[in-house]
């Protein structure tokens, strides 16, 4: 079991208490969480809650799994490749990279 909870076998030292959820800007997450809803759906506060604190979890874990990538070839700076290898590798979210590349590029 990792740091985060997850079986990649990966620990990545993730101090869950130096994140901090009041740094994310909630009105634009909901308005987005909203976004991927019908009309008819609520979103509970406890929801909202749990989806914001997720959020700089998951943060947290991406960066350091792509920096475990960076640091396996040897090079100085994370990439967006090191963060696709390990949405695809190590979280196994290879689904969303299209998506993601899309909104890089601007499309």
Do not use: C, W
Not at 56 to 81: C, M, N, Q, V, W
């Amino acid at each position: 079991m990792d740091a985060i909870g997850g079986s990649s076998g990966i620990s990545h030292g993730v101090k869950h208490d130096e994140l901090s959820v009041d740094q994310l800007p909630k009105k634009n997450i909901f308005r987005l969480m909203k976004e991927f809803l019908p009309n008819r759906v609520m979103i509970g506060e406890d929801a909202k809650k749990a989806i914001m604190h997720s959020l700089p979890i998951f943060a947290s874990y991406l960066t350091h799994a792509a920096r475990d990538i960076k640091d396996s070839k040897g090079e100085a700076t994370i990439t967006e490749d090191h963060v696709f290898a390990a949405l695809e590798t190590i979280l196994g979210l290879e689904g969303f990279i299209p998506d993601l590349k899309t909104g890089l590029d601007g499309k």
